[in-house]
């Protein structure tokens, strides 16, 4: 691993000092807790996003400040939708981050034998019992704030809810006839108290057991278990499980008698990542890629951390904004503008930069000999002298940006334009001469004239204001260039007006292509992946798919306000 990756990762743990500390650093001086040991459990039904990148710098980081470890477990105890796919990208993203779990690789699955034999306990101990009430008639029993829950099988006789359950497991039922419920609290304010379900049947294939079970443990029995056998200190989990923790608890205390463990697992939650114009839900973003919305999960515009990356994110900026969004109980909104920003200042510092015209008009230097070529020396980065310069070569025949070139310009232009002068970036003054068009009266070519004897320097006699990009015309190679933006129109896309779905506000400018753009011709033995400046256009990286195609991680211009 990249020592600046490890860097970035341990700057951004060092968002510490938020309460999750003060809750560990209390109970390690009280003795409540020896060490510190934590995990990381997603549920492999997809890629990770940059929300779970939330989750995983809390988890691995606050182990890492503690001297602690972190254990990776795929919650695969929901057998549907999972796959080996997203195993392997999980792990490869994790490292992309720079975190490790060393051999502390898990699979919540791998502890069905061991959750099933605890629930049999609790069914010994009366604490869980056999119910049949079906889907329907359990919702109809629940109960509401005033009114307790009903459940007609509670006071079954342990032997028999024992005999059912394994006969549940034996296969003899059909899906819903029966559950295993925890006999908790029939008129708790809580509804996850209110005698929640513990196992279903379900015959369906699990991607790693295959078909050796048809009962399946529900998330609220199976993760405590797992912590509990991994001997998980803190258990830290987003705000929606907070109501969940005394269900959390009341399993810990039923389970913990059977396990050999000395720690006592303890569930603190923070607060869910959400950014604006974006949507951060598995569900939503599979539907994207099921439904061809985008090009697969690692689609640039794709919040997922391998669209990030494909798209020219670097994991240090990534860390950055984790780190400076900081860890709250609260769920608050994120401006996508401050992710954007992070990349951009991390770039900014990184990129070398490069000169690409991506809507290339042709201009041509009247007064400089045909077949010359001069070399002018460039700058590989103004912000680090190191990264030295490269020649750019200049010739009669250049490429600018049209939209460097007004021939009914707005007052205060100060580019190209009828009759004016501009700087060509680290080379010569030109002066526009004659504009000869196409038929369709578009603009063919602009012919020049160069201030040679002013050369790179200042004229003493007159001030010019506008300097603008350029190529050789001879020497430009080409490429096609994809302007990345937002990939949905509305701010807050938690927040739709009930007739509207979040598809409802895809940005249909989100993947602009542009083809054939003029770029140097170093930037065709790039490396897939290589980021550069495109100097006055944005930041660009090289798509580790198509070769022949850059992607425009984010513009030079900064949309987060500054504080
Ligand atoms: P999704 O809603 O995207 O399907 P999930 O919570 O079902 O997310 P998991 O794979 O179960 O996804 O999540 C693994 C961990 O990442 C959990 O601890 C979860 O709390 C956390 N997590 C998921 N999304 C976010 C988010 N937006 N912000 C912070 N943590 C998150
Ligand atoms: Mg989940």
Redesign the pocket.
């Not at 990381?40 to 549920?43: A, R």
């Not at 951060?280 to 569900?283: A, N, V, Y």
């Given at each position: 691993m990249a020592d600046e990756i490890k860097a970035a990762a341990a700057e951004s743990e060092a968002s510490a000092g938020n309460f999750i500390d003060e809750i560990i650093k209390d109970e390690l001086e009280r003795g409540v807790n020896k060490t510190v040991h934590t995990r990381?459990?997603?549920?492999p039904n997809?890629y990770l996003?940059i929300?779970?990148t939330?989750?995983l710098v809390i988890d691995f980081g606050t182990a890492r400040r503690y001297g602690g470890i972190c254990n990776l477990r795929m919650?695969d105890t929901n057998p549907a939708k999972e796959d080996v796919e997203f195993v392997d990208a999980i792990k490869e993203d994790i490292h992309w981050l720079g975190f490790d779990w060393e051999d502390r690789f898990y699979y919540g699955s791998d502890y069905f034998e061991k959750t099933y034999e605890l629930a049999e306990h609790m069914i010994e101990n009366g604490d869980a019992y056999v119910c049949e009430l079906t889907p329907d008639q359990f919702r109809e029993y629940r109960g509401d704030l005033t009114h307790p829950a009903v459940s007609p099988y509670r006071d079954r006789p342990i032997e028999e809810s024992l005999d059912l359950f394994h006969r549940m497991r034996a296969g003899e039922f059909p899906e819903g006839k029966y559950t295993l419920r925890a006999k908790i609290d029939l008129a708790s304010g809580n509804f996850n108290m209110r005698d929640p379900v513990l196992y279903r049947i379900r015959y369906i294939e699990h991607h790693r057991q295959g078909t050796k079970w048809c009962v399946f443990p529900m998330y609220d029995l199976a993760h405590p278990i797992q912590d509990a056998l991994e001997g998980i200190t803190y258990s830290l989990?987003?705000l929606e499980y907070e109501e969940h923790r005394p269900l959390y608890n009341w399993v810990i205390d039923r389970v913990m008698p059977y396990i050999n463990s000395e720690t006592r697992p303890r569930q603190i939650e923070f607060a869910?990542?959400?950014i604006t114009n974006t949507v951060?839900?598995?569900?939503k973003l599979r539907y994207l890629v099921e439904n061809g919305i985008v090009d697969g999960w690692d689609d640039p515009r794709m919040p997922t951390l391998c669209g990030l990356r494909r798209r020219g994110y670097t994991p240090e900026s990534v860390l950055d904004f984790i780190s400076r969004i900081g860890v709250s109980k609260a769920n608050s909104m994120v401006d996508i503008g401050l992710l954007e920003h992070c990349v951009r200042e991390d770039l900014n510092q990184k990129a070398r930069r490069r000169i690409a015209v991506i809507n290339p008009i042709k201009v041509i230097v009247d007064n400089y000999p045909e077949g010359k070529t001069e070399y002018f020396d460039v700058a590989n980065n103004p912000n680090d002298p190191d990264a030295g310069t490269r020649k750019v070569p200049f010739t009669r025949e250049l490429w600018i940006d049209a939209d460097d070139f007004a021939e009914v310009p707005p007052p205060k232009y100060f580019r190209l334009k009828p009759d004016g002068e501009v700087r060509l970036m680290g080379s010569y003054i030109i002066r526009c001469g004659e504009i000869v068009k196409n038929d369709d009266g578009s603009v063919k070519e602009i012919h020049v004239t160069a201030d040679i004897g002013t050369g790179t320097g200042n004229p003493t006699d007159r001030k010019i204001k506008g300097t603008i990009h350029w190529l050789s015309a001879d020497y430009a190679a080409e490429a096609d260039a994809i302007l990345y933006d937002r990939l949905f129109t509305k701010d807050d896309m938690n927040d739709l007006p009930e007739d509207k779905d979040y598809i409802d506000y895809l940005n249909p400018e989100s993947a602009v292509k542009a083809e054939k753009i003029k770029i140097e011709p170093s930037l065709s033995d790039a490396e897939p992946g290589e980021k550069f400046q495109f100097v006055r256009v944005g930041y660009f990286a090289k798509d580790t798919k198509n070769p022949g195609t850059f992607n425009r991680v984010v513009t030079l211009k900064d949309s987060f306000p500054k504080k």
């Open positions: 990381f459990p997603p549920e997809g996003h929300g779970h939330k989750a919650d989990c987003s869910r990542l959400n951060l839900s598995k569900r």
